[in-house]
């Protein structure tokens, strides 16, 4: 892995927040540089410094074994985003499948993990339009024609918005799990007689303890006004981080990163605070705004089986883009086929969604 020079970044915080609080950029590098060693590929991470000198965190990820670089050159590249709250250690399980044949980036959004984390406006249309533009900047500085752009929740959100804005510089639009398609629904009585289908599970604790103070305060707030016990606090609402990468770390390697991903001065979660009416719902829905991609551009939208978003707002979009190509999948069933290494193979029965994805972009 190579690494391009870093700075230190101005401490913004207040002079005894590092007493109290147990965390810093370099314990942040320390644990993603434990997640990013498990990649097999060739691996490039560095900054990547926009126009307006904010830096943008970015991995490449290359296959060192199948192709010729002049052959990986020529394949469009996929440009993976991470959901709020998250960075690009989390997509450590999908990064060598999916460079299988084409070259990878992932990058902490502006405002998370370790990319610079400017002041956000208060205006969702302007928070957004800061995010999407940052993307543009940071394909432009990384010198990007085209791409299959992917995104993850938050990703999604503004993966879509960016494929509205620019059309094309998108060859494909990946969505998984995406956060803030449907209108909040207005309330409503109980009518006589009517069954109420529930398509999706309840969603988990972690989520309603945020959405439970995101309209008073930031909402990784209480992880930082937590102090020394907030890594415990992330370990006790996120234990799922923990089980989903066992087979990988044998500690709280993934929880460690998470803390410190979220533990840092409030600054991208300041923007989604401002782009969100409460943890499930956006105030500038996207799914009012999908008519306005390219009828030619395809869309790919998955989620998870036992996710707590509701995928029929995939059909919603499908129906809404008529006989322009969308796929709306669910990974409901297991595959038979490992991702890459032995020792990621999931546990029996769970879909691997590296090998998945590495099959639906390549159709």
Not at 92 to 102: E, H, K, P
Not at 242 to 247: C, L
Not at 307 to 332: F, M, N, Q
Request: aromatic share 10%.
């Amino acid at each position: 892995m190579q690494d391009e020079t870093e700075t230190a970044e101005p401490n913004e915080n207040w002079s005894w927040w590092p007493s109290w609080r147990p965390t810093s950029m370099s314990l942040l590098k320390s644990a993603e540089s434990k997640i990013l060693s498990c990649i097999r590929n060739d691996l490039l991470a560095r900054f990547v410094t926009l126009p307006d000198l904010n830096r943008i965190w970015t991995l490449t990820v290359t296959n060192k074994a199948s192709h010729k670089i002049s052959e990986e050159g020529s394949r469009t590249a996929l440009v993976m985003v991470h959901g709020f709250a998250g960075g690009v250690g989390l997509w450590v399980r999908n990064l060598d499948a999916l460079s299988r044949s084409r070259p990878v980036y992932a990058f902490d959004l502006l405002g998370f993990g370790r990319s610079s984390r400017p002041h956000f406006p208060s205006d969702a249309k302007q928070a957004e339009e800061q995010s999407v533009n940052s993307i543009e900047q940071w394909r432009q500085t990384i010198g990007l024609d085209r791409m299959i752009l992917l995104g993850h929740s938050l990703g999604g959100y503004l993966a879509t918005s960016y494929a509205i804005q620019y059309p094309e510089r998108v060859s494909h639009l990946i969505l998984v799990d995406p956060w803030g398609f449907p209108e909040r629904p207005a309330p409503h009585s109980e009518t006589e007689g009517q069954e109420v289908e529930l398509k999706r599970p309840a969603p988990p604790r972690w989520v309603k303890a945020i959405a439970s103070v995101v309209t008073l305060f930031n909402p990784l707030a209480v992880i930082r006004a937590a102090g020394p016990w907030g890594p415990g606090l992330v370990n006790r609402f996120r234990p799922d981080f923990k089980r989903k990468f066992e087979d990988l770390f044998d500690d709280n390697t993934m929880t460690e990163y998470i803390y410190h991903c979220n533990a840092q001065t409030p600054s991208g979660e300041v923007g989604f605070r401002a782009m969100s009416e409460s943890l499930g719902w956006a105030k500038l829905p996207m799914i009012k705004r999908v008519h306005l991609l390219p009828p030619s551009l395809p869309v790919t939208m998955i989620y998870g089986a036992r996710s707590w978003v509701d995928s029929s707002t995939g059909d919603r979009v499908a129906e809404i883009r008529g006989k322009s190509v969308t796929h709306v999948r669910s990974l409901d069933h297991p595959l038979k086929a490992p991702v890459c290494h032995p020792k990621w193979r999931g546990k029996q029965g769970t879909p691997q969604f590296g090998y998945e994805l590495y099959h639906i972009y390549s159709e």
